[in-house]
């Protein structure tokens, strides 16, 4: 096809959703719900997946130094600690900030205690360590343990094992809804699709009946498919964008929410914007593009 014949019937795919508006609103609507539902959907399994990881990186494993180690040495555990391929951070506790987070710990029936303890040396040096993987947070605890001059490490390997079943658990629930609401919105955009062409079926005859190719008679179907679903894709993604924001500025104002269930793991749209818009564009132009040029076959058998 030349390239004059194919920018006529790219304009005549065009002119066919004005002059056919109703029906190319009806597959605007069902396909911008559909995007909608299944975008939401695969942006809510993300951010608790996010979430559930935030959680993991907050169960830390305490390290405790022996009480005569030397500050050299204790620069040494350090980065020996901080090269380990798990080990994320390293953050250094003295005895004065661990003597801190004790009493901050203690509720107010325990205080009267601190009154009689002015010394803080019978706390030990250690160090706050985070890891990049919470599945393998046991693994670091032993080898860390086996470092010279480190009295103890301790993690808690069952916050480890409850994150992993939730985070398993999630996926699979997530992933059969993602699906389920995948395959309804097909059967939504075939059906309408398959209206739309319906509706001009005696139109595709005649053509067919003058001797007009399969090309030709697709094309513009094709192309108004494929203009009328990166509207709805467009659309999608500024709606997607809008309500997102705002749940997110609801969500992250809640500082002990926040704190409490990961929430502060929520991934900013601004870090997804291009993804998720390249994602509806793409998935709306496909969708109506395809669906427009098979629910044509059937009435090209003449």
């Not at 909608?36 to 608790?48: D, E, K, T």
């Not at 467009?234 to 609801?250: C, E, H, M, Q, S």
Request: net charge neutral; glycine share 6%; charged share 20%.
């Amino acid at each position: 096809m030349k390239l004059s014949g194919f920018k006529y019937l790219a304009n005549q795919g065009v002119e066919n959703i004005w002059k056919n508006k109703m029906m190319a609103f009806a597959t605007f609507c069902v396909l911008l719900i559909s995007l909608l539902l299944v975008g939401c959907a695969a942006l809510f399994y993300i951010n608790m997946n996010s979430m559930i990881l935030g959680l993991g990186n907050q169960n830390e494993i305490a390290v405790y130094l022996t009480p005569d180690s030397a500050e050299e040495r204790v620069q040494e555990i350090q980065q020996e600690i901080q090269s380990m391929e798990n080990v994320d951070t390293v953050d250094y506790i003295s005895k004065e900030e661990a003597y801190k987070r004790m009493q901050d710990q203690i509720t107010s029936k325990g205080k009267p205690i601190f009154d009689r303890i002015d010394d803080y040396q019978f706390m030990p040096d250690g160090f706050s360590v985070t890891v990049k993987d919470n599945d393998k947070i046991e693994q670091t605890t032993a080898l860390i343990s086996q470092i010279s001059e480190i009295q103890s490490a301790n993690s808690s390997p069952q916050v480890a094992e409850f994150l992993r079943e939730l985070r398993r658990v999630v996926t699979l629930i997530a992933g059969a809804i993602i699906i389920a609401l995948a395959a309804v919105s097909m059967i939504m955009i075939s059906n309408t699709t398959k209206a739309s062409v319906f509706a001009r079926r005696e139109e595709i005859q005649i053509m067919k009946y003058v001797g007009a190719t399969n090309s030709f008679i697709r094309t513009p179907f094709f192309v108004e498919g494929m203009v009328t679903g990166f509207f709805a894709g467009a659309g999608a993604f500024f709606i997607t964008w809008a309500v997102y924001r705002a749940v997110y500025r609801i969500l992250t104002e809640q500082a002990m929410l926040m704190n409490a269930f990961g929430i502060g793991s929520i991934i900013p749209f601004g870090r997804i914007r291009l993804y998720v818009g390249l994602a509806y564009l793409l998935a709306g132009c496909i969708i109506g593009a395809l669906g427009s040029v098979i629910s044509t076959r059937k009435h090209l058998d003449v």
